[in-house]
């Protein structure tokens, strides 16, 4: 999410962002479709039943891992290369 530099009603976005990543609202959206919350206190609002379900729940967050995009844009021709000899094996 961001507000657009120089936009007209920035103060109103600012607070349109405040309600939709606040801890209630979150869960909420959590509950409807089924995407992870970011603001971990939104598992405060999640029974422990669904938020074993979600990605970010804190369980799941510890088997997870942070995508490193630099290293891949870097690496793409010789991740790719390898992939196909792989493939052809």
């Known amino acids: 999410m961001s507000v657009v530099k120089g936009a007209a009603n920035r103060d109103n976005a600012y607070r349109l962002l405040d309600f939709a990543l606040s801890p209630p ?5 959590a509950k409807l479709n ?4 970011t603001n971990r206190r939104a598992f405060e609002h999640i029974d422990d039943d669904a938020a074993a379900k979600l990605p ?8 997870s891992f942070a995508l490193n995009a630099e290293w891949w844009v870097d690496n793409r021709d010789r991740v790719a290369e390898r992939w196909q000899t792989f493939l052809l094996q």
């Open 56 to 63: 970010t729940s804190p369980e799941n967050v510890r088997n």
């Open 25 to 29: 609202i979150q869960a909420a959206l």
């Open 34 to 37: 089924n995407v992870g919350p």
